[in-house]
């Protein structure tokens, strides 16, 4: 099982940019897909982007495509999320995961970060 910390949330205005992160356990961080999904209250969970264990792949939701941009550091076990332009309707816990094992889905999560942008 991987353990996951994600870091970074805050109180930001529109217009303004947050730079999440998220640490994982173990040594076999770049084997692995990782990828961040946000909850804001009352709606289901979102996808945000992903990326692959090498980080030559990424894919981002096209709600926040243009504005956020997801990469790693393998040498520190860390996955970013840069996320520029904020919006109040960014607004929620985000969360990273890891596709640590064979099979659909992500199978490891964070416990998350909240991020709130006020207008």
């Known amino acids: 099982q991987v353990q996951l910390v994600e870091s970074g949330g805050g109180l930001v205005q529109a217009g303004e940019s947050l730079r999440l992160s998220c640490v994982a356990s173990g040594r076999t961080f770049s084997r692995y897909a990782m990828g961040w999904f946000r909850q804001a209250p009352g709606k289901e969970r979102e996808f945000v982007a992903s990326?692959?264990?090498?980080?030559?792949?990424?894919y981002v939701a096209n709600s926040v495509k243009g504005r956020f941009t997801i990469s790693r550091d393998n040498a520190k076990n860390t996955v970013y999320l840069q996320m520029n332009s904020l919006k109040p309707e960014d607004t929620a816990n985000y969360y990273c995961?890891?596709?640590?094992?064979?099979?659909?889905?992500?199978?490891?999560w964070g416990q998350g970060t909240q991020v709130t942008v006020s207008s």
């Open positions: 990326i692959t264990g090498s980080g030559a792949g990424t």
């Open positions: 995961a890891a596709d640590s094992r064979v099979g659909p889905g992500y199978d490891d």
